[in-house]
């Protein structure tokens, strides 16, 4: 039994580290437009707040 829980540790070691390729090679969009049109949409907003006071 002791020799069965010494592979436990490579195994699981093993297959993390499959997931963790197969997480890290997923397609990515490359594009900014997504996030620059996110932070023109904050930007406005903070400008918006900063006009009005109590």
Known sequence: MS???WW???VV???LAWLWVLWSRRPRS???SDSLAGYQRFREA???D???TE
Do not use: S
């Open 50 to 52: 900063a006009g009005k």
């Open 30 to 32: 490359t594009a900014d």
């Open 13 to 15: 070691a093993g297959l």
């Open 46 to 48: 903070m400008e918006r």
């Open 3 to 5: 020799a069965l829980a």
């Open 8 to 10: 436990i540790f490579p």
